[in-house]
């Protein structure tokens, strides 16, 4: 993945440097040796997780992972949307280059979660949302992803006391 595209994106503000990863947002094709790489990897990592969990997993990038994973694993899935889900709970998330929302519903009090994501760079949508599954009494026992960026990763674990897993780190 490291010879992933490298595309200029512009969000009205400034422009920045932004990773084609075929398995992350805008990817737009996974070979079928991939997705068995990715999701067995994902799998096998999550073994070690003892008791009932759900997975949590933000649109669009780790969507398809968390829901791959969920349904290997036979655990309930719940997606973090990008658009209002009336009676949702809001999370704002501020990245180094937008501020947007993430919207979810149906969360249990003390509820075991796993988060699972595609790629951890700055680490603030991270962040923002372990913040706010944290308000909603949420247990937060694992966080995997597909690829770190830097080291950010590390200090996120290190502040929330919350293991993170990754396949790759770019």
């Known amino acids: 993945f490291a010879d992933s595209p490298v595309i200029l994106l512009d969000n009205g503000k ?3 440097s ?10 737009t ?3 079928k040796n991939t997705i068995n790489d990715i999701s067995s990897n994902i799998v096998k990592s999550l073994k070690d997780v003892r008791g009932d969990f759900t997975i949590i997993s933000p649109e669009p990038g780790g ?21 209002y889900i009336p009676g949702s709970y809001k999370i704002t998330v501020k990245n180094n280059h937008s501020k947007f929302n993430f919207y979810i519903k ?16 700055s680490g603030k949508t991270i962040d923002a949302v372990i913040k706010a599954l944290k308000r909603l ?13 830097g080291d950010n ?13 990754y396949i790759i780190k770019i």
């Open 106 to 121: 149906d969360i249990n009090k003390n509820e075991r979660v796993v988060i699972v994501d595609d790629v951890i760079s």
């Open 153 to 165: 990763y590390k200090i996120l674990s290190r502040k929330f006391r919350i293991p993170i897993k």
């Open 63 to 83: 969507n398809p992972w968390g829901l791959l994973t969920s349904y290997i694993l036979n655990k309930n899935f719940k997606i973090l949307r990008k658009c």
């Open 14 to 16: 400034n422009k920045y």
């Open 137 to 149: 009494n949420c247990r937060i026992v694992l966080i995997q992803t597909i690829a770190v960026k």
């Open 29 to 31: 094709f996974l070979d």
């Open 18 to 27: 932004f990773n084609l990863f075929s398995f992350g947002e805008r990817g």
